[in-house]
């Protein structure tokens, strides 16, 4: 019944700021070049349910590479905070219990886990703050650096409440496909990232307060395979189904005047918000996508309006 009262509150809100947009918002753009291929009200700004755990993922492993910490040996903590979190929890994780920075990361990119993503946010926010050499909150340290990436990422429509997604009241995080674009187009560069989106299921062990337990942890990513390398799913009631696709092809190679060859790596990325079908809209967007690139390419790769025509992605390290 809480979770019920919290859940009808944060949709009130979401309506109230006018983010509970009925059509669906779409983006497709290919990586490397930048070129955007499809898009759809992709500026609209709306919630993004657990497409917000992207930008969670991708601030723990940089932090992670910067500050010289390996998480397959790093151990994270469980916050109490856990405690008042509403939604699934689905290795029942309490206050106290240990794990992996690894397997916290697999968890709440392949399972979607709420808790996990908390807890990651909580220990990566203790270390922010210790940096810094001040006191605060942990998780809302970490939110400040979740939309400090944003910024940096040049995703103008977005901002971040909270490091899992869930719309809860005073914490409806914003933005748009094209931002989320941008931010999986920047994620899929980080090899950590990656390493991680692209498993179709983890096992993974948490150190229960009385005796470990091991869970399998699938990825709900129903299309990820050898082509398909992530990112992440996203579904909430104000949402809507969400995804974010990663789609590798061979690199294309052509020979230069100069007798060697020219190697063009080729990455569509594909995000949908608020879809009615998003796994049937994908798998009918990738073969589109891909044939407008190569009409593109074939053409000589023209671009008349670089604003309009190409997704700048900045790299902010």
């Not at 898009?39 to 993922?57: D, E, F, G, Q």
């Amino acid at each position: 019944m809480r979770f019920a009262k919290t859940w009808i509150r944060a949709v009130v809100a979401a309506s109230a700021v006018g983010l509970l947009a009925a059509e669906e918002a779409l983006m497709v753009v290919e990586a490397h070049s930048g070129k955007v291929l499809i898009a759809n009200n992709s500026t609209v700004k709306r919630p993004v349910a657990s497409l917000t755990k992207i930008a969670t993922a991708v601030l723990v492993t940089d932090w992670a590479e910067a500050a010289g910490v390996d998480v397959a040996k790093r151990e994270v903590v469980v916050p109490p905070a856990v405690v008042a979190l509403p939604g699934p929890n689905p290795m029942a994780l309490v206050p106290g219990e240990r794990m992996l920075m690894i397997e916290a990361l697999s968890s709440a990119v392949l399972g979607s886990d709420n808790a996990a993503a908390l807890t990651l946010a909580d220990h990566v926010g203790r270390e922010f703050l210790r940096r810094k050499g001040r006191q605060g909150d942990p998780i809302r340290e970490f939110v400040d650096e979740m939309n400090q990436l944003a910024k940096a990422l040049e995703m103008r429509k977005t901002t971040f409440r909270n490091p899992h997604g869930l719309e809860l009241p005073d914490q409806v995080g914003v933005s748009t496909a094209a931002d989320i674009a941008k931010l999986s187009v920047y994620a899929m560069r980080r090899p950590g990232f990656t390493f991680i989106s692209r498993q179709k299921e983890r096992l993974i062990t948490v150190k229960g307060l009385e005796q470990p337990r091991s869970f399998n942890v699938k990825n709900t990513n129903e299309l990820v395979s050898e082509t398909i390398i992530g990112l992440k799913t996203g579904t909430t009631r104000a949402a809507g189904q969400c995804l974010s696709l990663s789609v590798e092809r061979p690199p294309l190679i052509r020979p230069k005047p100069d007798g060697s060859k020219g190697v063009t790596p080729r990455r569509l990325i594909v995000v949908l918000l608020n879809s009615p079908d998003r796994f049937a809209r994908a798998r009918a967007l990738i073969p589109q996508g891909w044939g407008i690139y190569d009409r593109w390419v074939s053409a000589g790769a023209p671009v008349e309006n670089a604003k309009r025509e190409i997704l700048h992605v900045p790299n902010p390290r």
